[in-house]
């Protein structure tokens, strides 16, 4: 079983619908994931499923070592979590939001200054970590979002479309910082994204079309001689 993320025959239905029809991947420790697909693609429905918000009968979750569907709390316990949409409480300070999901995971108290500081300081926030987050530009809040995400120290990272709304510099930034996570520090990270542009050649790639996998492999072997988004906009009609 592996220390990553691993999904077999996944599927999932709403009503008539079939959003998911039997996704399986494997994603090892220290490699980036990207998930493409365009909006309404299943990338929602799978993110809510690897985060339990979802829960179904057909298919298999494994995190980190651990069933999600056998032995839940141990499974989630060792994933990170960047939503699409933000979740932070506006009027406390950046620290703040991180001590309450510290105290959320159980953390030890004693622990939990020295994590938020080395949390914090990994993504240059230090200087901001008494600042109200209402008083942050959109960057600063993914970026302590991102931080918060990695304070419980999780061994997988899920970042569902993460970089929404944001400006092109802040982008990037984010999009190497979760890069650098994934080779230096070891992290299973699925990026999920729409956007071809947050996917680098070297990277994993797992396509998602009409809740199918419809390519799986590196990056640039995939898109061979065409650039990524000519060739994503051939496979799903969507341009990018």
């Not at 990207?34 to 829960?55: D, I, Q």
């Not at 970590?129 to 931080?147: P, Y």
């Not at 982008?171 to 992290?187: K, W």
Request: proline share 5%; charged share 25%; hydrophobic share 40%.
């Amino acid at each position: 079983m592996t220390a990553g993320l691993r999904v077999e025959n996944l599927r999932f239905r709403y009503g008539a619908r079939e959003a998911l029809g039997g996704v399986s991947f494997e994603i090892p420790p220290g490699r980036f994931c990207a998930l493409l697909g365009p909006n309404g693609a299943g990338k929602s429905t799978l993110v809510s499923l690897l985060t339990r918000l979802l829960v179904s009968s057909e298919g298999r979750i494994s995190i980190a070592g651990h069933d999600l569907g056998r032995h839940p709390r141990a499974a989630l316990a060792d994933l990170g979590v960047v939503f699409q949409q933000p979740t932070l409480d506006l009027d406390l300070s950046v620290r703040q939001n991180l001590a309450y999901f510290a105290a959320l995971h159980g953390l030890p108290r004693r622990t939990v200054p020295d994590r938020i500081e080395a949390a914090l300081g990994r993504l240059d926030m230090l200087e901001r970590a008494d600042e109200k987050v209402r008083a942050l530009n959109g960057g600063h809040r993914r970026r302590t979002e991102l931080a918060r995400a990695l304070l419980h120290k999780p061994r997988v990272l899920l970042l569902d479309e993460p970089t929404v709304g944001l400006d092109a510099a802040s982008r990037a930034g984010i999009t190497a910082h979760v890069h650098d996570l994934a080779q230096n520090d070891g992290l299973c990270v699925l990026w999920a994204t729409h956007l071809t542009d947050e996917v680098r050649d070297g990277d994993r790639l797992l396509v998602l079309h009409r809740g199918k996998i419809i390519a799986d492999g590196e990056t640039g072997e995939i898109r061979g001689d065409s650039p990524l988004s000519d060739w994503f906009l051939d496979r799903t009609g969507t341009p990018v």
